[in-house]
Structure formats: structure tokens, C-alpha cells
């Protein structure tokens, strides 16, 4: 049972993609690629219930079981909306099969790697997969072949390579601090091994490895000032691989950093990595808290909240202890399942009305009122207000600063509060302005939206006790 499960989170969208990159027809595709990533969720699920005994280069525990589910579980709602969503880009012509074809294929590669760097036990093969995904998605950015989109795509590949180097280089560092005390060969690059013996390693090694680690994978996180690349995919990439970028791969380069802050936490002669996270969440959410006033184009401003919020993730993980690391927890979880829902609402808006630009979008709550209120709900859970799962998790971060550093906490509300009017400042002219543009209906399916808001607004009210006894194991190994 144990061995099926790990083999089905890896090899059955290893299998698909192959698959998929030969299959003609576009709607044996959509529904074979819903059925691949729903039989990956299964298969994660069931981790929870049975932990495989971890091995030289895969590791199941009690921090990555939590990101495994989620991001099947998005990535499964998330390949319902792209069905009838790429179904619809195909039948105006912006995509052609051939580009279908090879956007079903790249989805399931896409869901390997972020998978195998979630479970992988060796630092190298999880550095292997994040670059993979990174790869990955860079080509699906540029799917739709227009200038911009080949230019975004392009300043991706450039700039997260640059950060994928300099993770490399971190990476190198820790193996050259573990190797006098380890030895050379596979168990220096072997995590459960490392965290069994970092208190021994070269602190001064340790120190810059994660100097470099924090500027690689802080690019891939997002974290301004290395977030350039971030607005410009979200905006000319397909919706849907927007919704898996907020909602996932910013997930999984911020846990490859959690793994290796772990590993600074053993040794205590190393440098404290709190405030260095600290430091850059502070200056991603300020920074992007501002910028959100000045977007023009509607996936590019949620782009822009998607660095607020992976900035307040950051922070929280900076602070440490049991309530700040819940709270980064919790609101990694919820902020994957708003902004996809997001994004899904913006999907539709930019079908329904055939732009992305916020000038040209207006009325929505007139013109589509089931759309334009549910984009209204999906603004009220990304900017923190009650009673969903979002203000839960702010609370707690902004409780437990204020009980530690005050100062910190008043930068940490100012910079929650910019961004919370910005947001509605553009939403106001969005849902209730006078309408303008076309009014198509919309050709994907709701139901993925609908369910994340739904588990959001239940989580704001009820979090079961099995997930919080979850976190709050989880929490504690963190530090």
C-alpha cells in the first residue's frame, strides 16, 4: 500500500504526461487530465495514513505530508477549470490542438515535479526537481506565442535561472559543510541525515549556504527585490498555470527553505535565519502593498497581492515559535486555496469581457452577478477580513508579533492595512462601476471556485482538530 502511494504521487502524472503529449482528441485530454491529478490527490491522501520509511532520495514526514495534499488537491480543482477553460481558448483560436496537447502534457510535468521536490530526501534531487518545475512552467508562459508572452517567458527563464544558480551554490555549500563529518558521497546530500547531524557541521559554511539558499529559492518565493519575473508570467500566461504558480510552486520553493532553516536550527552557533526572513517579508509586503495602486491589468495586480501575502508567509516563518509558525502554516494553506479561486474568478472575467485591462472592466455584479459577487468574496478573503480562513491566520501572526516585537507589528498591520484599500479601491470601479465591455457568458466550469472559497469561509469559522494537531506538529519541528 505504502509503496503504490509514493509510486502514484510520482509515477502516474509521470505516466500521464507521456500519455497526453500523444493523445489527438482535446476532450479525452481535458477529462484524462482531471482523472490523472484526481488519482494523485488519492494517492496523497492516503500518506497521511501510512508513512513509507524514508529512503536515500524520497522522505515522507510530518512537514512535506501537508504541502503533498494541498498542492494535489489544487492541482486537481485546478485541472476541472482548465478543461472547459483551455476548451474555450481553443475554440477562438489562441491555442491550437498541437498547443493543447502539449499544455496537458506540461501540466502533468508540472505536477511530477513540484511532487518530487515536495518528497525527495536528497537536497540535490530537490533542487533537480524545483528546476524542472521552473522549466516547466517557463514554457507554459509563453504558450501563447504573442510578443509579450514570449517576453515574459523569456525574462522568467533569465531571472529564475539567476535564482536557481545561486540555490545551487547554497546547496553545493551545505555539502562541503557536511562532508568532513559525514563523509563524501550520498549521505552528505541526504536531509534526514543532515538534520540528524547539522549540529556538527562548519557553522561559518552553514551561514553562507543559506545566505545563497534564501536569495535563490526567495527568487522563486517571490520576495521583493527578486520578484520581477512574477507579475509579468502571471499576466500573459494561461489562467489556469496562474492559479498553480500562486497557489503551488510559490509553496514549494518556500519549503525547500524551510527544510534547509531546519537545518541552522540544529546548530547554534550558526546565524539566527529569522531575521533575515524576517527582513525580506517585511520589505515583499510593504513594497507590494503599494505597488498594488498602480496596476492597470487585473492578473498582474493579484500578482502583486500573491507578493504581500508569500511576504507575510515569510515573516511568520521568520519569527518562529509554536503560534507564528501555525500561523505561517495556516495561512500558506488558505492563501493557496483564495488565490487560485481567485485567479479562476479572473479567468472568467477576462472570457466574459475578452480583456484583462481594469479600465475596461466594470459592472460585473450587473452584467454577471454570480461571477462579479464571487470575485467580490475571493477580495474580502485575500485582503484578511472576518470570517474566513485569511483573518484566522493574520490574527495569529499579528498577535504573536505584537506579543514579542511591537515595532514589527505595527510595520506588519501598516503594510496589511495598504493593501487592503488598494484591493478595494480597484475592485469598487470592478463589481459596481458603470458597466463596460462585452457580456459573453462564461465558458468554464465555477465549481473549482466555488469549492475553495467554500473550504476558506469553513475554515474561517471551524478548523477541524486533526488539521490543527497537524500544524501544530508542524509548527514545532519548524522551531
Not at 35 to 55: I, R
Not at 135 to 140: E, P
Not at 170 to 178: D, K, Q
Not at 361 to 384: D, Q, R, S, Y
Request: net charge neutral.
Amino acid at each position: 500500500m505504502t509503496f503504490n502511494a509514493l509510486s502514484g504521487v510520482l509515477g502516474i502524472p509521470a505516466i500521464a504526461a507521456a500519455l497526453f503529449a500523444a493523445l489527438p482528441d482535446y476532450r479525452m485530454a481535458a477529462r484524462s487530465n482531471i482523472a490523472a491529478t484526481g488519482l494523485t490527490l488519492l494517492c496523497s491522501m492516503s500518506l497521511f495514513f501510512v508513512k513509507p520509511q524514508p529512503g536515500p532520495y524520497l522522505l515522507v514526514d510530518d512537514l512535506n505530508g501537508t504541502f503533498i495534499v494541498l498542492t494535489s488537491f489544487v492541482g486537481f480543482t485546478t485541472s476541472i477549470f482548465s478543461a472547459s477553460y483551455i476548451g474555450h481558448e481553443l475554440e477562438i483560436e489562441k491555442l491550437t490542438p498541437p498547443f493543447v496537447r502539449f499544455y496537458h502534457a506540461m501540466y502533468q510535468v508540472l505536477m511530477f515535479a513540484m511532487n518530487l521536490a515536495l518528497i525527495a530526501n536528497n537536497i540535490g534531487l530537490m533542487w533537480v526537481a524545483i528546476e524542472l518545475a521552473t522549466l516547466t512552467t517557463v514554457m507554459m508562459v509563453g504558450i501563447y506565442r504573442t510578443h509579450e508572452a514570449l517576453e515574459a517567458a523569456w525574462k522568467y527563464f533569465i531571472l529564475g535561472s539567476v535564482g536557481i544558480a545561486l540555490a545551487l551554490f547554497g546547496t553545493i555549500l551545505v555539502y562541503m559543510a557536511a562532508r568532513p563529518v559525514i563523509g563524501e558521497g550520498l549521505d552528505a546530500m541526504v536531509w534526514s541525515v543532515l538534520v540528524a547531524r547539522a549540529g556538527a557541521f562548519d557553522p561559518a559554511l552553514l551561514d553562507v549556504a543559506f545566505v545563497f539558499l534564501l536569495l535563490g529559492y526567495g527568487t522563486k518565493i517571490g520576495l521583493a527585490p527578486l520578484h520581477a519575473w512574477l507579475p509579468d508570467a502571471h499576466a500573459e500566461g494561461p489562467t489556469p498555470i496562474s492559479a498553480v504558480l500562486s497557489g503551488l510552486l510559490l509553496n514549494v520553493a518556500l519549503y525547500a527553505l524551510l527544510r534547509f532553516k531546519m537545518l541552522l536550527a540544529v546548530n547554534p552557533a550558526t546565524i539566527a535565519p529569522g531575521p533575515l526572513m524576517v527582513t525580506l517579508g517585511l520589505v515583499s509586503l510593504v513594497f507590494a502593498a503599494f505597488m498594488l495602486y498602480r496596476r492597470r491589468d487585473i492578473k498582474r495586480m493579484f500578482a502583486y497581492s500573491s507578493i504581500e501575502h508569500m511576504g507575510i508567509i515569510t515573516f511568520a516563518f521568520g519569527m518562529g515559535g509554536p503560534l507564528a509558525n501555525f500561523a505561517g502554516l495556516l495561512h500558506m494553506t488558505m492563501h493557496s486555496l483564495t488565490k487560485s479561486a481567485i485567479f479562476f474568478a479572473v479567468g472568467h472575467v477576462a472570457q466574459v469581457k475578452g480583456t484583462q485591462r481594469i479600465a475596461d472592466i466594470g459592472g460585473l455584479t450587473e452584467t454577471h452577478p454570480v461571477l462579479g459577487w464571487t470575485l467580490i468574496l475571493g477580495v474580502i478573503a485575500i485582503a484578511g477580513l472576518p470570517p474566513l480562513g485569511i483573518f484566522t491566520s493574520e490574527f495569529l501572526v499579528v498577535s504573536s508579533t505584537f506579543a514579542r516585537a511591537p515595532a514589527l507589528a505595527l510595520v506588519l498591520v501598516f503594510g496589511m492595512l495598504v493593501g487592503l484599500a488598494a484591493l478595494f479601491l480597484r475592485l469598487n470601479g470592478i463589481a459596481f462601476g458603470e458597466a463596460r465591455g462585452p457580456s459573453e457568458q462564461a465558458k468554464a466550469s465555477y465549481v473549482p471556485m466555488f469549492a475553495h472559497l467554500g473550504l476558506v469561509l469553513i475554515a474561517g469559522i471551524y478548523l477541524p482538530p486533526a488539521l490543527v494537531g497537524c500544524f501544530e506538529t508542524v509548527a514545532k519541528l519548524l522551531g
